[in-house]
Structure formats: C-alpha cells, structure tokens
C-alpha cells in the first residue's frame, strides 16, 4: 500500500533554532518527493520538489535531503522565525500517467515561539 | 499574474443538499486536481481535469463530480451532502508536466449542519 509518514506529528521550537522533518514512504513506483507549508486556513506552498537522483535541495533556509534507498526524506529549517509556524506537508508522486498519482502525508504542525 | 483562485471562501449547506464549488487555475496551467482536506489531515485526492476530460480520480463515490471548462477553469459538485463531507476543498492547478509543483488555492472551507 502507497503510503507517507510524516514524524514528529507536531513540534514546538524557539525562534531562531534549527528542526528536523522527518517523512517516510513506501510510494512506488517513485517519481518525485515535494515539500510543501500550509500556513492555516491557506493552501499549501511548495518549498522544494525532488527526483530520484537529486540528493539535497535548498530553498532559502529551508534545506530538504531525499535517500531513495531506504525510501526517507527530511526537512531542516535554520534559523526559525515566527513566520515559520505552519504545517509542512511530504507529498510523494507515483509514476504511472503524465502528472503521477500524489500521496499526501498529514503532515507536522511546527509552532515557532519568540 | 493571479494564482489559483477559488470561490466561494466559506459555505453553510445542510443535510442532503447539493454544492458547487468554482476554480480557476493559474495562468498557463491547464491541470486542475481537486483535493478534500480534513481538520489536522494532509489533503485527499479527489479527482484530477485536463482537457475538459477527468484523467484521474481518487476514493471518492460518484456523489463528487467535476467539470472542466475550455477557459481551464474547473467546478467541483457534491450531491446529497454528508455531515462528513464538512472539509477544506483545495484546487490546484498546474501545467501538464510530471515535475512541475502543484499550485494551491486558499481553498474553500465547507460546513454541513
């Protein structure tokens, strides 16, 4: 069964310290792995989207990692600000037509306090 | 270059009525996907548009209903509605390529009483 785990499920850190996302899955065939930050009551934003070759992919502070063989993906903010505060979503695509069949993750709640 | 834009915002219905729900895509995006999103839950696949055609479709039963228009723009349709159909709709568009990002609207949030 295709399915994503996102750990830890919510997370409270003080501002201007760094955190670690974690997502699993068990998506094949795979075709690419995407982060995405929903701030509430808004839809997701895409942080960074990765294929099977790509190792690392940085988008400002936000840096993700992808290791295609043991099927997990991370999410490391540096330096958190206020703004942070959202929930951040692992969405893995699955080959098999043109865009691929994408499976969400529920998500972690990051709450970023002053 | 407005984003993907979805309306209404909110809506009340009750029991057994039905809903529609409107989207219009990015500019230059002719896919339109359609995802259900539970209080604390990552979104629910519903269906996907292109070309005026459903190309995809999730677990959802044939209570939800889509339509694409030429101009791209999609509606999303729920009959006999549930109390557990009460969600954050999102629409979201891209162009038809397998690693483009999905472009997200702020939704619509839908309440059944």
């Known amino acids: 069964k295709n399915q994503v785990e996102q750990s830890p499920q919510s997370l409270i850190i003080l501002e201007g310290k760094n955190c670690t996302l974690q997502c699993n899955y068990t998506v094949s065939p795979f075709s690419n792995l995407r982060w995405y930050k929903q701030d509430t009551g808004r839809g997701p934003v895409s942080l960074t989207i990765?294929?099977?070759?790509?190792n690392t992919k940085s988008n400002g502070r936000y840096t993700a990692t992808l290791d295609a063989d043991t099927k997990q993906s991370s999410l490391h903010i540096t330096a958190s600000q206020l703004s942070d505060s959202a929930s951040y979503i692992c969405v893995v695509s699955a080959r098999g037509s043109t865009l691929g069949r994408l499976y969400f993750g529920r998500g972690t709640q990051l709450t970023v306090w002053p | 270059d407005a984003g993907v834009t979805q309306s209404p915002t909110h809506l009340i219905k009750t029991r057994g009525q039905q809903v529609t729900l409107r989207c219009s895509p990015k500019s230059g995006h002719d896919t339109v996907s359609w995802y259900q999103q539970a209080l604390g839950q990552g979104p629910q696949f519903i269906f996907q548009y292109y070309e005026e055609e459903e190309r995809q479709r999730g677990n959802f039963p044939d209570r939800f209903s889509g339509h694409q228009y030429p101009n791209y723009s999609s509606e999303l349709n729920v009959n006999a509605l549930l109390l557990g159909d009460s969600a954050l709709y999102l629409c979201a568009s891209s162009p038809d390529t397998r690693d483009s990002p999905l472009h997200f609207g702020n939704g619509t949030r839908l309440t059944v009483t």
């Open positions: 990765m294929t099977f070759s790509e």
